[in-house]
């Protein structure tokens, strides 16, 4: 299936790798750590290398599900939107048209959950529906081997176990499974085998229920201790005078007919930490969503926010200036080209790019969080260029740069290595202590589960 030896590129070294039929493999790694290269590799896009063995499959027998290919697909469905040119709503390609034709009753769609949303366009899919339809794309396209990048991520527990059994069986399809995930946590017991990548330079650490390759992983993932300075906060929840961050009463949610949720009431306090959690399609990004008002629903409903009665001639603006977001669908909007020290900078304008000239204490203010989360080095790069999990990091310090009194985390830590996502969750800890903004969380995780989080909504 995969044998290379003394493969050498100018991001991407592999000494000995050797994956034989039916094996499960998972390779680890860092954000930055180069794995994307490695997804090059595996279909023929990586060029200009020396190697003294190598063997892949076909590449039209390799299927990657990155969160980098739903980008691109998600980017060149806005390129084909024709909303502007016709009465009606351009929903763009419909989920069953990835789908081979002749495959539309196959068992598996009602496994991954998706019988319902075959109608559906990609652009009305959450992100991990999307990611479940790229997996069952190249599944019934009949790939050899299978890659999946961080695939678990943004998906409840139901979700997440019914994927892991389908993609455990899929050897005995003579289908090869390899998993690139940035968490030990997600590794599945069925998966046989481990590789850790680092700076771009793979090395097998052997069978995953050997204890000596939970000891070499121990090793190379103990996190550091941060001593850095926190950076400065430019106001204080002391100049809040409502007694409401949020109130919402009554809401209903519905698109076509179907309701999203209905009754839902919510009242959230100044510094009244809130954790929202629920099964994918419950309706917690649409809270969201109707709370920062990209949801236009928020004006047929009862919902105070930030001391603004919805509809009461208020701007989206004047609501977003006391807010910080970091959501999937924040994150694949965010499409503007600009080096990563601009992205952090344009937080402070709720602005998709930067088109005013920041102040000096803006500018020192973006290094010193661009510095704790461990990209003040890339402060000149591309955000585009950037690993998914790099680009997250800096929308994470993009929305924490204004100390905003609302904080808003929609899945924050998706796509973090394990060592960064602790890193995200110690921020919040001591934002906590800062007292200066209020949080609300929606995550799958269990142990984002936090102590400082002392209203639950379950949806």
Known sequence: MIEITNFKHDNLSIKQWKMTENETWCVLGRNGSGKEYLDQLLTGELFDYSVDHFHLPKSNKVGIVSFEAQQVIYENELKMDATDFNDSNDIGTQAKNFLPQDNLTDPLIAQFGLEHKLESGYRQLSTGEGRKLLILQAILSGVDLLVCDNPFDSLDEASCDALSTILALLPQQNINVLLILSNRQDIPT??????????????????????????????????????????????????????????????????????????????????????????????????????????????????????????????????????????????????????????????????VGLYQKPENYQIDIARKWLDMVGLLSCQHAMFQELSYGEQRLALIARALVKSPYLLILDEPTQGLDEINRHRVLNFLEILVQQKHSTLILVSHRKDEHLPIFTQHIRL
């Open 190 to 351: 069925w998966c046989q085998k481990v590789a850790f990548i680092e700076r771009g330079q793979l090395d097998v650490i052997g069978e995953f229920d050997n204890e000596e390759t939970k000891r070499q992983l121990d090793a190379l993932l103990t996190p550091k201790p941060d001593n850095l300075e926190w950076p400065p906060s430019i106001k204080s929840l002391s100049d809040y005078e409502h007694p409401y961050i949020v109130k919402l009463t009554n809401g209903k949610v519905h698109y076509g007919g179907v309701n999203v949720f209905e009754n839902l009431d919510v009242t959230i306090k100044p510094l009244q930490h809130t954790l929202i959690t629920g099964k994918n399609g419950s309706g917690k990004s649409t809270l969201m969503q109707l709370i920062t008002g990209d949801c236009t629903q928020c004006y047929s409903n009862d919902i105070e926010v930030l001391g603004f009665k919805r509809g009461s001639g208020e701007s989206i603006w004047q609501l977003k200036e006391h807010m910080g977001i970091v959501s999937s669908e924040f994150h694949r909007q965010y499409r503007v080209k600009g080096e990563l020290l601009t992205v952090v900078l344009s937080g402070f304008f709720d602005s």
